[in-house]
């Protein structure tokens, strides 16, 4: 049986997400109209026998995440339980932590992914090519190929040709080191505890060895428990005849920044064609007219009049008015767009309001079209000391009156704006 | 009674619509600029109206056979073979202007207010000088040349150029009448009447000035264009409010051709001119705009502050504000941002402008 292992993170992750993460953990923010995880999940519960996912993160429980859950339990059919760290531990500390509840019922191999990646999941040609590669106790890592300039922004793969041996992993390098980048998503089998043990004990060590008079047991224990596992498990497996590199050639993103969320619904609504085309709204009499692909909640209200898509998702419970035009957009739970108003490359955050005749538009990040290995780039907000060009934010419960612009900005809850802004942050 | 009209300029400052259509010729609240002036001399007793004019002339002169019949009355046209400034025409047209010993109008032709034509040869007559000038009020005196004259008698002192100390509010009007005596003051060369004949003759004592009443504007440039069409339209609603369109969907003063087409759910005004033949689609938003002729505005789009060139057109949910200018036969694709453009006649725009330009 197989098992699966969410790394979801924790309340002071996602700062590039903000401030959307500030109303909702980031792995439950809706990504093609359903929350980011759940893509994950789905593509979970397609393998036969997967038995368990695992959520494992820093964030309190909380009400979303537990309805989440529920949910999801019920719609895939499958046990999904949260596991909440003490403090972060870092990508391998809290799979290491909680190895016991992993390797109940004796799992043969389990799934790591990172929550903020949005991708195809390949996951049965994962176990196929575990099968084929190496002996049972090989370890595989997705990859994919990026361009060398933003490949120094992943961990970066370097593989043995024929065998897809992983010889070589460095994190992040200063310097171009190999296209094949990683996907955030793994195959292990139950020996990859001894691997992240050892990392364990030595760091246990080390503390013994430089921890000075006065400190407590239990920080010590703590910094020994916080391992990664791209740098300190990957780097020192890699050469080791343990780690393999499966490379796929389907979509792939990172869901680092707000931005590139619109970037990814743009992907998985492309998916439904195939997976869900119930998802898909189609132009029916009486209903909005949809350019391309675009994801409609039931319970939204739309004007036959208003133009939607390419790329839009509309939540639970939004108004659209007559005449109304959304493209490259995600438009949030609640909220409401009056007649005329036009949104383009903006997310409006749960519940804000778009007056009549206003205009609320983003500048897309998209990756180049022209570079196949292209990916998004999810930069910080500042270059130079600009603000750079980005897509348009509103915050949860934000007013923008009719008539005005709001370009290029990002307008923190609940914000009632009187006027046009460009290129701002809005406390 | 006579007038001249300088109409030469190269309208410059009111590119890009002037690239295609003579200044004289562009429409203001659905009326050429010209007409505005020579219809007000018609009514205050003017037969004979003389246009100076230098380039685009035949377009000019075709125009004016179509009115001077209209109007009764007499278009001469003189031609310059290089610009004569703003005295130099009226030496080239000084057999026109003084075959009677009546005084006559001189008018730059791009200035909009109540014409005081009739107040004007009345004060003329009274003070028997060879030259009264109107003058208007103005807020920021420093910008403009001004006009230092005796409060009840009118006799005019000096000019000043920009002033740095505040020496008067009172700017030239552009607007004047001469006795034919005036002539022999003027050379056939390029020459500028403000600079180089006023200020000679205000030392003689032969010049006077009129303080004009109501409101005043040079619409040589877009920006004054939109404010002198804000200042009109208004003055329209207290002299001929039935000219103006009102009803569910216009607010405050709003000037629309008969042939005009407007669709459902529009919101027009305050302040907005559209002119003959066009069409704006459903669920459209103008505002303090002037629409020339033909031009056809897209569902859902608002416009602020803008000038949209003849037979243009601007796509659906188009954002158009900030005295952005379209010449004539622009067109605008769908969904953009234009802040501050000025469009060149003939161009389709597919990219937006976010920051103010010039569009080749
Ligand atoms: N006949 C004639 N009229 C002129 C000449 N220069 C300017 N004018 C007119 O004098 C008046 C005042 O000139 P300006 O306000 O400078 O207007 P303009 O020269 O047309 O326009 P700009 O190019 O924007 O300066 C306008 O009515 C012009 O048409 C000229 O050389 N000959
Ligand atoms: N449970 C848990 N998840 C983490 C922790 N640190 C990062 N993650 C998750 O691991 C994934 C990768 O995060 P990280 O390595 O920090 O970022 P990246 O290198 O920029 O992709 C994300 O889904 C994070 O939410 C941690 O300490 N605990
Ligand atoms: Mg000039
Ligand atoms: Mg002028």
Redesign the interface.
């Known amino acids: 049986m197989l098992k699966a292992v969410i790394l979801i993170g924790g309340p002071q992750k996602g700062t590039r997400f903000r401030p959307l993460s500030f109303e909702v953990p980031k792995p439950l923010f809706p990504v093609a109209g359903v929350p980011m995880l759940q893509h994950h999940i789905e593509a979970c519960s397609k393998l036969p026998n997967m038995k368990e996912i695992l959520l494992i993160g820093f964030y309190q429980p909380n009400e979303e995440l537990n309805r989440f859950l529920s949910c999801a339990q019920q719609d895939y059919k499958i046990s999904i339980r949260y596991l909440q760290e003490y403090a972060a531990l870092g990508t391998g500390g809290g799979i290491y932590h909680f190895r016991d509840q992993i390797l109940s019922g004796g799992p043969e191999a389990f799934f790591v992914m990172n929550a903020d990646v949005c991708s195809e999941f390949p996951l049965p040609e994962m176990l196929d090519f575990q099968k084929e590669h190496g002996d049972s106790y090989s370890f595989i890592i997705l990859g994919t190929t990026a361009n060398r300039k933003q490949s120094l922004n992943y961990g970066c793969i370097v593989e043995n040709e024929k065998s897809d041996e992983v010889l070589h992993y460095v994190e992040k390098p200063g310097t171009f080191v190999s296209d094949i980048i990683n996907c955030g998503i793994y195959l292990f089998t139950p020996e990859i505890f001894q691997h992240i043990g050892e990392v364990f004990q030595k760091n246990q060590q080390d503390m013994l060895l430089y921890s000075y008079e006065g400190e407590e047991q239990s920080n010590g224990w703590h910094r020994a428990e916080v391992i990664r596992l791209e740098q300190d498990i990957f780097t020192a497996l890699a050469g080791q005849g343990k780690l393999y590199v499966y490379k796929t050639d389907r979509f792939w993103s990172q869901i680092k920044s707000a931005g590139s969320a619109i970037y990814a619904s743009r992907l998985y609504l492309n998916q439904y064609h195939k997976t869900h085309p119930e998802r898909l709204a189609t132009n029916t009499d009486g209903g909005p007219k949809t350019r391309g692909n675009v994801y409609i909640h039931p319970t939204a209200n739309i004007d036959p009049t208003a133009v939607l898509g390419p790329n839009v998702s509309i939540g639970t419970g939004v108004t659209i008015g007559?005449?109304?035009?959304v493209?490259e957009s995600i438009i949030l739970h609640g909220a409401t767009l009056q007649?005329?108003s036009?949104v383009?490359n903006s997310i409006v955050g749960w519940g804000s309001t778009i007056g009549?005749?206003a205009?609320v538009?983003g500048t897309p990040s998209d990756p180049n079209p022209n570079d196949p290995y292209a990916k998004i780039d999810s930069e910080t907000l500042f270059r130079d000391g600009k603000l750079t060009p980005s897509i348009t934010i509103l915050g949860c419960n934000v007013n923008i009156p009719s008539?005005v612009?709001i370009?290029n900005s990002i307008v923190l809850p609940h914000k009632d704006l009187n006027r046009s802004f460009?290129n701002q942050i809005i406390l | 009674m006579k007038a001249l009209i300088l109409v030469g300029g190269y309208g410059t400052r009111l590119r890009p619509l002037t690239l295609t259509v003579p200044k004289p010729l562009v429409e203001f609240c659905n009326k050429p600029i010209l007409l505005h002036q020579v219809e007000a001399l018609v009514k205050a007793g003017v037969r004979h109206v003389i246009l100076a004019v230098s380039y685009m002339s035949d377009l000019l002169e075709r125009e004016m056979r179509a009115q001077e019949e209209r109007l009764g009355i007499k278009i001469s046209l003189s031609h310059e073979k290089e610009p004569l400034g703003t005295a130099g025409p009226l030496a080239l047209a000084r057999e026109l202007l003084t075959d009677s010993e009546e005084p006559f109008f001189v008018l730059n032709s791009d200035v909009i207010c109540d014409f005081p034509f009739e107040d004007m040869l009345k004060v003329h007559q009274q003070r028997g000088r060879e030259g009264t000038i109107v003058v208007t009020k103005v807020e920021e005196p420093s910008k403009y040349g001004v006009v230092v004259y005796e409060g009840d008698t009118g006799r005019i002192h000096r000019f000043v150029e920009k002033p740095q100390v505040f020496v008067s509010n009172k700017i030239n009007a552009g607007m004047y009448i001469f006795s034919p005596a005036m002539l022999r003051r003027i050379q056939l060369r390029p020459t500028s009447i403000e600079k180089e004949i006023f200020p000679v003759m205000a030392e003689e004592g032969q010049l006077y000035a009129m303080e004009l009443q109501g409101f005043w504007m040079d619409i040589g440039q877009p920006k004054d264009f939109l404010t002198g069409m804000c200042m009109f339209l208004q003055s329209v609603r207290q002299q001929a409010p039935e000219r103006l369109r009102t009803g569910p969907g216009f607010l405050g003063n709003v000037l629309v051709d008969p042939t005009a087409v407007i669709g459902d759910?529009c919101t027009i005004g305050p302040n907005v001119t559209i002119g003959a033949g066009v069409v704006l689609e459903?669920?459209v938003?103008v505002k303090r705009c002037t629409v020339l002729k033909g031009a056809h505005i897209r569902?859902?789009s608002?416009l602020?502050s803008s000038i949209v060139g003849w037979s243009s057109s601007v796509g659906?949910?188009v954002?158009m504000?900030n005295v952005t200018v379209l010449g004539e036969d622009v067109i605008v694709n769908d969904?953009l941002?234009i802040n501050g453009a000025n469009v060149l006649p003939h161009k389709s725009i597919t990219d937006s402008v976010?920051e103010p330009r010039i569009i080749m």
Request: net charge neutral; charged share 45%; aromatic share 12%.
């Open positions: 007559a005449g109304v035009r493209r007649d005329h036009c383009l009549k005749w205009r538009e008539e612009i370009l460009k | 759910n459903d669920g938003r569902s859902h608002w602020e659906q949910w954002r504000e969904e941002y976010p």
